[in-house]
């Protein structure tokens, strides 16, 4: 049974480029929740998807977008990439109803912009 | 709203020595609350959760934690560490509802020979 997986693994990019980072949710779940974890911090919400629509926002400003699809993976979008973007992304997968106790995470992408 | 906070950024104990990763908690409404650990380059691992049940939970890898309501705690023990333990680990806080996660900033723990 698959767990939660994430692509790629590492990136790079330059300032004011656009990135698509991408997550396929464990076998059962349907809804994702996104985490930025900056270097040396916890985990930050940034959204969640559940059926195709996002339900929760953290405090994140708008170039931070998402869109989830018919088979529930993920896609996270970041617009104008700052310095500050750098970090560790993190998809979680749940049931809906779980919430929270039933995440399942995945191993992140790292997104370095230069 | 809800928050978390870790003790100590690093603790570093002797191999076979007892683990203590202290958090605090804060919330309006009855908790959930997890650990979780990191290791170097990978996401997330859950080594235990509280969810209303015993107050005593035991997780993986002989780790346990204490729902402590009176002191709005939930510390991390492991009776005897190992080398292996060495990592990230992460307290965390939700409610009852579909909320996210808060985590703390974490605990680096290093496990000297």
């Known amino acids: 049974d698959a767990g939660v997986t994430q692509s790629p693994t590492h990136l790079i990019k330059t300032r004011g480029q656009q990135v698509t980072l991408r997550c396929s949710p464990k076998s059962g779940h349907d809804t994702v929740s996104w985490y930025q974890q900056a270097l040396g911090q916890g985990p930050q919400f940034i959204f969640q998807?559940?059926?195709?629509?996002?339900?929760q926002r953290g405090n994140f400003p708008d170039r931070f977008s998402g869109h989830q699809f018919p088979n529930y993976s993920s896609e996270l979008n970041v617009n104008a990439l700052l310095l500050g973007d750098s970090a560790l992304y993190l998809c979680a997968s749940s049931l809906v109803g779980q919430g929270s106790n039933g995440y399942t995470f995945g191993s992140g992408t790292r997104l370095t912009v230069v | 709203a809800q928050s978390v906070t870790q003790l100590g950024s690093h603790v570093s104990v002797s191999e076979g020595a007892l683990v203590l990763l202290r958090c605090n908690y804060s919330s309006s409404v009855p908790p959930y609350l997890f650990w979780y650990v990191q290791y170097p380059n990978q996401g997330l691992q859950l080594l235990l959760k509280y969810t209303s049940a015993a107050t005593l939970v035991k997780g993986i890898n002989g780790f346990e934690a204490e729902f402590k309501k009176s002191e709005t705690s939930f510390h991390l023990t492991k009776p005897s560490a190992h080398m292996s333990d060495a990592a990230e680990y992460f307290c965390a806080v939700s409610d009852r509802g579909n909320t996210p996660l808060v985590f703390g900033k974490g605990t680096r723990l290093s496990v000297i020979a």
């Open positions: 998807y559940y059926e195709e629509e996002e339900r």
